[in-house]
């Protein structure tokens, strides 16, 4: 009895941790490719227009695109900073 209250235990302290989820990082470029019925698989993690040309390496349904998801990390610290409050 013992051992599954530790075993239940162990499970409900390791459930916070197993449950993070992991957060891509966005580039600023996407490639493309048409994977048939008019489907497309995306990666989005490409820093350059030149980085995507040589994922897909001028492969037939494949192409490149800015990430309309991306934003800078510049802006991100930006919108973090906490202005002084006006008396």
Not at 11 to 25: D, G, I, R, Y
Not at 28 to 42: I, K, L, N, Q, T
């Amino acid at each position: 009895m013992k051992r599954t209250a530790l075993m239940i235990g162990a499970l409900l302290l390791a459930a916070p941790v197993a449950s993070q989820q992991s957060h891509a990082v966005e580039g600023p470029w996407c490639a493309y490719e048409s994977v048939g019925h008019d489907s497309y698989s995306s990666r989005c993690d490409l820093p350059s227009y030149e980085a995507c040309r040589d994922w897909i390496r001028a492969s037939p349904g494949t192409w490149c695109t800015q990430n309309p998801r991306f934003v800078p990390v510049d802006r991100l610290q930006r919108g973090r900073v906490q202005r002084p409050r006006m008396q």
